[in-house]
DNA sequence: CGGATGATTCTCT
DNA sequence: GAGAATCATCCGC
């Protein structure tokens, strides 16, 4: 049993089974597993369901997008937003009730390399540096320096890249139900901190990737691991991101002093075109 | 640091 | 046809 390195319970589909604010902030420090990429969640927010959150996508009933946050706990609503970006969401509830925790920001904990290469603008055509490509997605033009290790899945669309979850993924049951001996291992990210909250690896070991971490999770599949909840005094929450409307709700939950959760912004009104600012003045090309 | 802005397409009104 | 559960970049301080 390789030492410092844990393995991580995946969460059964009765965890999703709650209402999403409930569901929210026992996410953060939970591990998405998506093939070989694994993000430890630091930032969520609760959508709920129809008619009783003016926010959610559900509000107004059943449609062809959000059709999956109607299905079965546990399973990614994968939605496009602003015409280039993907954002994940883990459906709660039971079917036809409609609400999700949608995943804002966190610490990747696997395959950091892969990671920052789909950020980085890999992933969009070619099979990418460990052959397994999957979709990048949205983001992802050259760029002039690095992306810091926070930043690879700061931010709802960015953590989707990081993850490689895209159109094709909406839908994709994040409760794992394969052999106990196909789970991943990953690093202890707080080694000797209270240990024995977890067990230690006793499944076969992964590859090492290129930081010589053990990673062995199956392409194409999906879970959430038990991971390393925060303290529950560690856990903040206020008004949730980039919205319109029910800005007086605590649905936003994140995890107090983390370099990864995303700075807050405020719904900011889309300016009309310049050409609509009064009537009859000429448009602009 | 904070504000402004453009990118780009889908969804529902 | 408007607005969107966003992000990267540019500019001013």
Redesign the pocket.
């Known amino acids: 049993m390789p030492s410092g390195i844990l393995c991580s319970a995946p969460l059964p589909r009765r965890f999703f089974d709650r209402p999403s604010h409930e569901v929210a902030p026992d996410l953060l420090g939970r591990v998405l597993v998506h093939g070989p990429v694994a993000v430890r969640l630091t930032e969520v ?1 609760a ?1 709920g369901g129809p008619g009783e959150d003016p ?4 509000y ?1 009933g059943r ?4 059709a999956v ?1 109607f299905g079965p706990p546990g399973h990614l ?1 994968v ?7 993907f ?1 994940a ?1 883990l459906v709660c509830l039971p079917e036809e009730f409609g609400s ?1 925790v ?1 995943l ?1 920001a966190g610490e990747v904990v696997a395959r950091a390399d892969l990671a920052r290469w789909r ?1 980085s603008g890999g992933g969009l055509g070619d099979g990418g540096p460990d052959g397994g490509g999957l979709a990048g997605g ?2 992802g ?1 050259p ?3 690095p ?1 810091a290790d926070r ?1 690879l899945a ?6 989707a890249v990081a993850l490689g979850l895209a159109r094709e993924h909406n839908g994709l049951d994040a409760v794992w139900e394969g052999s106990p001996a196909g789970l991943p291992q990953f690093p202890d990210p707080t080694p000797a901190q209270d240990g024995g909250r977890l067990d230690h690896a006793t499944g076969p070991a992964g590859h090492p990737d290129h930081a010589g971490r053990l990673t062995g999770f199956p392409k194409g599949t999906a879970a959430v691991l038990e991971g390393w909840p925060p303290e529950a005094d560690a856990i903040r929450s206020g008004p ?5 409307t029910a800005k007086d709700t605590p649905w936003r939950f994140w995890i107090d002093d983390d370099p990864t959760v ?2 807050y ?1 405020p ?7 310049a050409a ?1 600012t009064s009537v009859g003045e000429v448009p602009r090309s």
């Open positions: 927010e959508y926010a959610a996508h559900t107004r449609t062809a997008r959000n946050m609503y939605y496009f937003t602003y015409g280039m970006h954002c969401n999700a949608l804002r950020r949205g983001l033009a760029r002039r320096k992306i930043d700061r931010g709802p669309a960015r953590l949730r991101t980039g919205i319109s995303s700075p912004r719904h900011t009104p889309r300016r009309r075109s609509a």
